[in-house]
C-alpha cells in the first residue's frame, strides 16, 4: 500500500502538531485490515515505534509519548493522523507511518517534525 505522510514543521516546546498518513489508492475493505503505526527516526538514532493502531482501533504507545500524543484512524478517508502536544526537543525527529497486516510492511516517505526549546 502506498502511504503519504504530511503535516510536519517547526514548532516552539509545548506546541502541537497533526500529522497525517493517506493511503489513496487502498482499497477501503482491504486497508481497515491493516495495523497502522507512527514510527520516527531522529539523527543518530534508530527508528522507534511511536503510536500504533489496529482494525479493531486498539491503541498502542511508547513510553516517552504516552499521555502527549494520540494516533486515531478513519478508515472512510483511508487516512491515520497522529495528534502532539506538549511537543519537546526530543520528539524532533523524522516520522514515518507504517502499514502492516502480517504479510509485509509498507512504509511512507516520512515527514520531519522540528521541536525548538
Known amino acids: 500500500v502506498q502511504l503519504q505522510a504530511s503535516g510536519g514543521g517547526l514548532v516552539q516546546a509545548g506546541g502541537s502538531l497533526r500529522l497525517t498518513c493517506a493511503a489513496p489508492r487502498a482499497i477501503t475493505s482491504v486497508y481497515r485490515m491493516y495495523t497502522m503505526a507512527w514510527y520516527r527516526q531522529a539523527p543518530g538514532k534508530q527508528r522507534e515505534l511511536v503510536a500504533s493502531?489496529?482494525?479493531?482501533?486498539?491503541?498502542n504507545y511508547a513510553d516517552s509519548v504516552k499521555g502527549r500524543f494520540t494516533i486515531r484512524r478513519d478508515d472512510s478517508q483511508k487516512k491515520i493522523y497522529l495528534q502532539m502536544s506538549s511537543l519537546k526537543p526530543e520528539d524532533t525527529a523524522v516520522y514515518y507511518c507504517?502499514?502492516?497486516?502480517?504479510?509485509?510492511?509498507?512504509w511512507g516517505q516520512g515527514t520531519l517534525v522540528t521541536v525548538s526549546s
Open positions: 493502531i489496529t482494525g479493531g482501533s486498539g491503541t
Open positions: 507504517n502499514a502492516d497486516r502480517g504479510d509485509g510492511a509498507s
